[in-house]
């Protein structure tokens, strides 16, 4: 028996919208705002678990892999890890200076600095 069911990762940022928007141009859905809570931003992901943007003020984006405490993380699965860092990275990704395992997985930065992973599937 299970408790619950997963809903949404939410991640906190400057700028729920354009982050929104990024995430949206790598794994589509559809961005879903809510009008009572205009700083409460969704993802909806058919067939997969949705992402949340929550704006939050004076925003401090985490620091990979020293410094402040990385906050959430999410990896995405792609067949050709070349030619998904060149995608994400054409519509506004950053790729992160350390790469502990290249070969196996990338780690990159969206916009407001969380880091996520591409993994070879």
């Not at 943007?53 to 004076?58: D, E, M, W």
């Not at 350390?98 to 916009?111: A, F, G, I, K, Y």
Request: net charge negative; aromatic share 8%; proline share 8%.
């Amino acid at each position: 028996m299970t408790i619950a069911k997963f809903s949404v990762a939410a991640l906190d940022c400057p700028d729920p919208v354009e982050l929104a928007e990024f995430y949206q141009r790598i794994v589509g859905g559809s961005i879903k705002k809510n009008d009572d809570d205009p700083e409460w931003i969704r993802l909806e992901i058919e067939d997969s678990g949705d992402i949340g943007f929550q704006q939050v003020q004076n925003y401090q984006a985490p620091e990979w892999p020293d410094g402040s405490p990385q906050q959430a993380h999410l990896d995405f699965d792609v067949a050709d890890l070349d030619e998904s860092e060149a995608l994400v990275i054409a519509v506004g990704a950053r790729k992160a200076g350390t790469q502990p395992e290249p070969e196996s997985w990338r780690v990159l930065l969206d916009p407001a600095g969380h880091p996520f992973c591409l993994v070879k599937a």
